[in-house]
């Protein structure tokens, strides 16, 4: 499958989700309300265009693009064909690993250098819904990740929280 096919295939529609925890990675309830991503922390992302990306009718992760349309976003399980986000309740991130990847328009994620991301390897992804599709979630123990190999790359420090409401 082509690669930016399958990322502009990601798009998430998420609804009110809060962190009450003081943390610099707060998210507020309106960050999520509609169709919506938000990411606090290692990276501030609000895209507005999400939807779910599936694989054998289960969920695996959200797409979109990024605001102003020049490049796309997904945010899936590591393992796409054995790992899922499909069912409400938590997800152990340690178990599962979460990755997000950043492509430029006409990006090509398998070479080297042309993408931009990271694998979580710790944290927890919480499913609040299926129908409409809202996720809230806290990544750690992050690695870089360009898209272009499943190894993970230099430990980076700090977190990502976020909250998504996706189309189905």
């Known amino acids: ?5 399958a990322l502009l ?13 003081g943390d610099v990675g707060d998210i507020l309830a309106y960050d999520c309300e509609g169709e919506h ?4 922390g290692l990276k501030d992302l609000d895209a507005d ?10 969920v695996i992760g959200v797409g979109g693009f990024l605001p102003g349309a020049t490049a ?15 069912t409400v309740g938590d997800h152990d991130v340690g178990a599962i690993n979460i990755k997000y990847v950043e492509a430029p328009a006409n990006a090509n994620c398998q070479t080297p250098g042309e993408c931009w991301g990271f694998v979580a390897t710790a944290g927890t992804f919480t499913v609040l819904s299926t129908s409409p599709y809202r996720a809230e979630f806290t ?3 992050l690695h870089d990740h360009d ?8 430990a980076i420090s700090g977190k990502v929280y976020g ?3 996706a189309a189905p």
């Open 37 to 40: 991503l938000a990411l606090r």
């Open 49 to 58: 265009s999400v939807a779910t990306v599936e694989l054998d009718s289960a």
């Open 139 to 141: 990544l750690a123990d």
């Open 1 to 5: 499958m082509n690669h930016r096919a």
């Open 72 to 86: 796309s976003y997904a945010l899936t399980v590591r393992n796409v064909l054995a790992d899922q986000l499909a």
């Open 163 to 165: 909250c998504l409401t």
């Open 147 to 154: 898209g272009s190999s499943d190894t993970l790359g230099p």
């Open 9 to 21: 295939s990601l798009c998430l529609l998420v609804p009110a989700c809060a962190d009450d925890s």
